[in-house]
Every structure is written in structure tokens, then in C-alpha cells.
């Protein structure tokens, strides 16, 4: 199971860090990926974390303003978003998954955490 957290309405340029900690499995094995959805836009990979892969963002939108990083002790991922514009609201999900950083290889979903840029 993963459970999201830290999300919220924030004012533009502020930050929010958003958690995700797993229970019954060990995260730290996984390649954690970040995902997004608008309202009435497809899904987006945000970026992803892993064993192999210190992190990176996958959308040119968020390079240089979201970090990627996990607490192999607390069992927990977590997007630091900072700068955060108008086009980043949305509701935010983590995954989990052994093999690569996409949707369709995900074996474990959060139920998302929503995020506001308003001010």
C-alpha cells in the first residue's frame, strides 16, 4: 500500500513537499515514480526515483524546480516542488514498480493528494 501526503493550495512561487510511504513492501527496492493529473488532461509522468536512478524529472516543466529523493528508513519517497506555477495543480500520485519509470509498470498506486497553485 501507498499512502500520499503534503499536498495543499499554495500561492505561485511557493513550495509544497509531498510524501508517499509505503507499508508491506520495501520502497527502497522499486523504482518510485511521480504522477500527475488536471482536470481534463491525460496523466503525466512527473519523474522517478530508484536503484538506479537518483532522480530526474520526466516533464521539461519541472526540471530544475521538483526534486526526487526517498528516507530508505522512514519507508517513504518524496517530491520537494518548488517555484510552483499556475499549470502544476493537479492531483499527484506516487507508484511503485520493479522493472521501469512508466505508468504501465507501476504495481502499486497511492490514491493521489491534491495539489492548488492559487493565490
Known amino acids: 500500500q501507498l499512502v500520499e501526503s503534503g499536498g495543499g493550495l499554495v500561492q505561485p512561487g511557493g513550495s509544497l513537499r509531498l510524501s508517499c510511504t509505503a507499508s508491506g513492501f520495501t520502497l527502497g527496492y522499486y523504482v518510485i515514480g511521480w504522477f500527475r493529473q488536471a482536470p481534463g488532461k491525460e496523466r503525466e509522468e512527473v519523474g522517478c526515483?530508484?536503484?538506479?536512478?537518483?532522480?530526474?524529472g520526466r516533464i521539461q516543466s519541472v526540471k530544475g524546480r521538483f526534486t526526487f529523493s526517498q528516507d530508505y528508513a522512514e519507508n517513504t519517497a518524496y517530491l520537494q516542488m518548488n517555484s510552483l506555477e499556475p499549470e502544476d495543480p493537479a492531483v499527484y500520485y506516487c507508484?511503485?514498480?520493479?522493472?521501469?519509470?512508466?505508468?504501465?509498470?507501476?504495481?502499486?498506486w497511492g490514491k493521489g493528494t491534491l495539489v492548488n497553485v492559487s493565490s
Open positions: 526515483i530508484g536503484p538506479n536512478d537518483g532522480g530526474r
Open positions: 507508484a511503485a514498480g520493479v522493472t521501469e519509470c512508466s505508468a504501465r509498470a507501476m504495481d502499486y
